[in-house]
């Protein structure tokens, strides 16, 4: 959040009456600001100006940085008045802009990241870009202000090539855009085999993860990694994915007092985190660690989605039931003051015991093992609290326990960091899965409640049932226009999740009605694959169709694993042809570049094995029929469904019925079925033995 130094009275820009929280950082900019819309297009069309574009978010601490360095600079903010028009993006709010956008200047400079700084021809179409410049040159960058005088002398002399040159970039991106599905790379086990064979040598076998520093925790890449291991018998697989969850388990990048996990990791061990936490990191990370904990059995990963859980819900949640965005790594000024300790800070608060219990075990120095570079003035002998020495007496457990009680009741005296409390439909899809999935694993109802309170407020306030149109985002009473493939396909995902877990037929009926209008919205039935922004949307110089699973998976990936699953419920064979075929779009990508897409492939891994459909019969809702839904989620099969006999599912699940007056369970693969069980001992043996 933005430090405001002065007392003088400042004048607010357009960016005031905008309900992005990042937009309304930069309210008070000298900066005269646009939202992106018609009004600042009409103004460079007619001034004949180029467009500064900037996208970042509101937790981003780079953008604060550059906010500081930059766009508070009177002088500055003179220069960018006189010669730009500027514009502010959310790039939360509109991830279809902040996609086109980027894939330019990932194309053009070979790196991408937040803040980005674009320029633009009146006509929005890129000729130069980056990401954070500084206000001074240094390493390798130039000075903002020199870039800007650079940018206008030749936007000023040479502005014909310029426009020239953005014309040619975006045919380029446009041709890049078109994709079509090909019989040339067809889909096959042996193409999971290579690509859990690239992990393997991407994996760090000292420090668990991917590659080298800054780490991130890829859930995407876990989630594929776990579900190969478990069908193919591949302990290798396995064992990385529980080492890497113990790994960022002990580090910094997890919370150790609060719960929740850091968006990443400046460091390759885990240690020192970007310490932003992301809303849709931790229901990510929340469905690795539930499927490690049923792949394994290991409590340690049910503590930690307790914990992370804990957090969302004690911290990240709206009253009426939505989740927040994110909390920032700055509070005060100062990147991870919050979440860091002084040795002195904790000899003042804990007992002599603890003290030397909570020392060890956290791996406290008077030097500390944290200081912020981009700070001019960092704060001494900071550290970030990891687990160094995990092994504990039972006497020592108790005195970290109470050392922990009390460092958390002090931190909530601290200034909090800002939190990002805008609502998005498609985080929030995320987050609502992973209440579910935990719901039934761990079977603490306390998790489908806020699930079910969750869904209840964005069908409230962010789906239009007579449009059968699902917005985006939700602030201060008022929700956006903006429809995108990513809030179709996430919330798709989280609503089958909590249908399998209580198999209501009107959650199912739901998510019939959300595939549906995604169908409709955004497919392209012709080459196959979903556009990420909808037919109607204006001001876009190319519609793309997201083909990288990143931080976030790809809308199409998860799109296609949500089509899958449905079908498979519902015995819809147009909802399989969509899914197939966007697989068939995407199968040379998968052959050429497999790490691009992991959370794509788990749906061809879903696609290509055995799907066990797993139908109760019968009333889940207590007894008998819940302790049979229970079983059900312990055992970790990633390819299976939940399904009932109730409501849109197909005619064969329909048929089947329960035994005797009780609830009872059918083990089927497609239309073959083992003989019922109605007990959950049988049915954990059935699920075992054929798992």
């Not at 179709?488 to 209580?502: C, H, K, M, R």
């Not at 739901?510 to 169908?519: H, K, P, S």
């Not at 790490?595 to 008998?624: C, F, Q, T, W, Y």
Request: net charge negative; hydrophobic share 40%.
């Amino acid at each position: 959040m933005t430090q405001q130094t002065s007392h003088k009275p400042r004048k607010a820009n357009r960016l005031a009456g905008e309900k992005s929280p990042y937009l309304l950082q930069h309210q008070y900019n000298p900066v005269d600001w646009f939202p992106w819309g018609d009004e600042a297009f009409a103004k460079a069309q007619f001034e004949k100006k180029p467009i500064f574009l900037s996208i970042g978010y509101s937790t981003c601490h780079w953008c604060h940085v550059m906010e500081r360095e930059s766009f508070e600079n009177e002088e500055t903010a003179h220069y960018l008045n006189e010669h730009f028009v500027s514009i502010k993006i959310d790039r939360e709010e509109r991830p279809d802009l902040d996609r086109i956008y980027m894939t330019f200047v990932q194309a053009t400079t070979g790196q991408g990241g937040w803040p980005m700084s674009l320029f633009l021809t009146p006509d929005l179409k890129p000729f130069f870009g980056g990401t954070y410049f500084p206000p001074t040159s240094r390493s390798g960058l130039p000075a903002f202000t020199d870039l800007l005088k650079q940018i206008q002398q030749v936007w000023t002399t040479r502005r014909d090539d310029l426009q020239r040159s953005a014309e040619t970039i975006v045919q380029q991106l446009q041709e890049a855009a078109q994709q079509q599905a090909t019989d040339e790379s067809p889909l096959s086990q042996a193409l999971l085999g290579v690509a859990a064979n690239g992990l393997k040598r991407a994996y760090d076998s000292q420090n668990g993860g991917f590659g080298q520093a800054p780490k991130f925790p890829h859930p995407s890449q876990l989630l594929f990694l776990l579900g190969y291991g478990a069908e193919q018998g591949d302990e290798e697989a396995l064992q990385i994915v529980l080492n890497t969850c113990d790994k960022m388990a002990n580090g910094g990048i997890f919370d150790q007092l609060g719960g929740g996990f850091s968006r990443y990791a400046t460091d390759e061990k885990w240690l020192v985190p970007h310490f932003e936490k992301m809303l849709y990191d931790n229901a990510l990370l929340t469905h690795v660690y539930l499927e490690a904990f049923q792949a394994s059995g290991n409590s340690r990963y049910a503590e930690i989605v307790r914990a992370t859980l804990n957090y969302l819900l004690r911290d990240m949640t709206a009253p009426a039931g939505g989740f927040y965005s994110a909390e920032d790594a700055d509070s005060e000024g100062k990147e991870g003051k919050f979440y860091c300790w002084t040795l002195a800070e904790m000899s003042d608060l804990l007992s002599p015991a603890e003290l030397k219990v909570a020392v060890r075990y956290f791996g406290v120095t008077s030097e500390g093992n944290f200081i912020d570079h981009s700070d001019p003035d960092p704060l001494p002998g900071q550290n970030v609290l990891s687990v160094v020495s995990p092994f504990l007496t039972e006497a020592d457990g108790k005195l970290l326990a109470s050392a922990k009680e009390k460092m958390f009741d002090a931190r909530t005296h601290r200034t909090r960091p800002h939190r990002d409390d805008k609502i998005l439909s498609s985080w929030n899809g995320l987050m609502l899965g992973a209440l579910a999935q935990a719901y039934g694993v761990l079977g603490d109802k306390i998790y489908l409640d806020a699930a079910q309170n969750n869904l209840a407020f964005l069908r409230h306030h962010l789906w239009d049932s007579s449009s059968q149109t699902l917005y985006h985002r939700w602030r201060e009473g008022a929700r956006d226009s903006v429809q995108l493939l990513s809030a179709y396909a996430f919330l798709l995902s989280g609503v089958i999740n909590l249908y399998e877990v209580t198999l209501e037929p009107d959650t199912l009926n739901f998510a019939v009605e959300l595939a549906d209008a995604m169908l409709d919205k955004f497919f392209d039935p012709e080459n196959g694959g979903f556009w990420q922004s909808g037919k109607e949307s204006r001001n876009l110089i190319l519609r793309t169709k997201d083909d990288y699973d990143g931080a976030e998976p790809s809308g199409n990936s998860v799109a296609t694993i949500g089509l899958l699953k449905l079908a498979e419920i519902t015995g819809r064979d147009d909802l399989m042809k969509a899914a197939e075929k966007t697989l068939r779009l995407y199968a040379k990508r998968l052959q050429e570049q497999p790490e691009a897409l992991p959370h794509l492939l788990i749906a061809a891994m879903r696609a290509l094995g055995k799907r066990h459909r797993i139908v109760i019969a019968g009333d889940v809702k207590s007894g008998v029929g819940l302790e049979l839904l229970r079983a059900a989620h312990a055992v970790y099969h990633p390819s299976q469904v939940m399904l009932g006999t109730a409501g849109p599912v197909d005619s064969f699940a329909r048929s089947l019925s329960a035994r005797d007056g009780n609830p009872a369970t059918y083990v089927c693969e497609g239309t073959t079925c083992r003989l019922p069980v109605t007990s959950a001992a049988a049915l954990r043996s059935s699920l075992m033995a054929g798992a």
